[in-house]
């Protein structure tokens, strides 16, 4: 049975925050975790140093939120904590039986974790939460010249979230922000844990992770939708008072590619398990830009009937209207279990 119809859009700009890496291992430790990916790396190294595990199933799951019983896990076994379930806590939502109980109590008669009634040991761990902890796990000291703009002073993490920074530990999400209160997923983590670890190696330097490169075929076509979706887009520029799109061919064969991969694979999402979000593949192949933006979709019937599902949707709108870009790609391939798969991809170079 086809899929119900779905449309996602997402746009950003082109400052990345960098991270530390360590050189990849020879295999992947799971199934859903691919060398051409960002926490690659970091996932392979804390595994190998028993920091952090994946489902019985063989997944990773980085995606998913970590939690705040999970982070007191990572971190404690960073720290070589022993666990000790004789440690009394005095939190009344957990108990010795659970799996995270013993580090809980510890780092909290560490004074990491504050001491209180409650725990919340299911509650996804924001990014303050996350900088917090770390600041406070392994003595992070110092603070940045130029603040992260949504950190403001008042905020009660904004003195960690600095050291944090200040440590190398991280560089924000770009554009000068940090998104305290974002949620950390498990393959971040991962990365935070491998920064750990290069801070407290210092005088040597990690190795550049081996960046994956992938070719755009120089006699790529678009085909009939892709071309009538491209005429619907600038008509609706033109209808708006906005500037016309290029269509570019090289941004049109990554988009194609990216409906085949979500086709391929079975997958509804900007994050592909192979590229990874759609500006690291753009840059993975070869594509450099000011700033750039994503729609997609599955499982409408024509150019027209997609077209109308994202003008309806404010988000994908605000992406096919958006003055500030310049060039356009779009693929569509049939198929799969939603029965069609379409990807735009827009761009300022």
Do not use: C
Not at 108 to 132: C, G, H, K, V, W
Not at 218 to 235: D, H, M, R
Not at 322 to 338: A, C, L, R
């Amino acid at each position: 049975m086809k899929k119900k119809r779905r449309i996602f859009p997402i746009v950003m700009s082109v400052l990345f925050a960098a991270s530390l890496f360590i050189t990849p291992a020879e295999a992947a430790s799971f199934s859903d975790v691919y060398p051409s990916e960002r926490a690659y790396t970091a996932i392979e190294e804390m595994t190998a140093r028993e920091v952090i595990s994946g489902f019985p199933d063989g997944t990773f799951r980085q995606n998913e939120s970590v939690t705040r019983a999970q982070s007191a896990i990572f971190v404690g076994r960073m720290m070589n904590i022993t666990p000790n379930t004789d440690i009394e806590s005095t939190f009344t939502d957990i108990s010795p039986n659970q799996k995270a109980y013993p580090y809980i109590a510890e780092l909290t008669s560490q004074s990491i974790f504050s001491m209180n009634d409650r725990f919340y040991p299911d509650r996804p761990l924001t990014r303050a939460e996350m900088a917090i902890i770390l600041v406070k796990a392994f003595n992070l000291q110092g603070a940045i010249d130029t603040p992260f703009s949504d950190v403001p002073d008042r905020l009660k993490a904004a003195p960690y979230i600095h050291a944090l920074a200040a440590s190398g530990i991280t560089s924000g999400i770009g554009n000068n922000l940090y998104d305290p209160d974002g949620i950390v997923t498990r393959g971040q983590m991962a990365i935070f844990m491998s920064n750990i670890v290069q801070f407290q190696q210092p005088g040597t330097e990690p190795e550049a992770p081996t960046k994956p490169s992938y070719n755009i075929d120089p006699t790529f076509k678009s085909n009939a939708t892709e071309q009538q979706i491209f005429l619907l887009v600038n008509q609706e520029r033109i209808n708006a008072g906005v500037n016309t799109l290029k269509l570019a061919n090289d941004l049109s064969y990554v988009a194609r590619v990216k409906s085949k991969d979500m086709r391929d694979h079975d997958y509804f999402d900007h994050t592909s398990p192979a590229y990874g979000s759609p500006f690291q593949m753009m840059k993975d192949f070869g594509l450099d830009y000011m700033s750039a933006g994503e729609n997609i979709a599955a499982g409408q019937d024509t150019a027209v009937h997609v077209m109308n599902s994202w003008m309806n949707s404010p988000g994908h709108r605000q992406n096919i209207l958006n003055p500030d870009f310049i060039e356009i790609g779009i693929g569509y391939v049939e198929g799969g279990d939603y029965g069609s798969y379409f990807t735009q991809m827009f761009m300022t170079r």
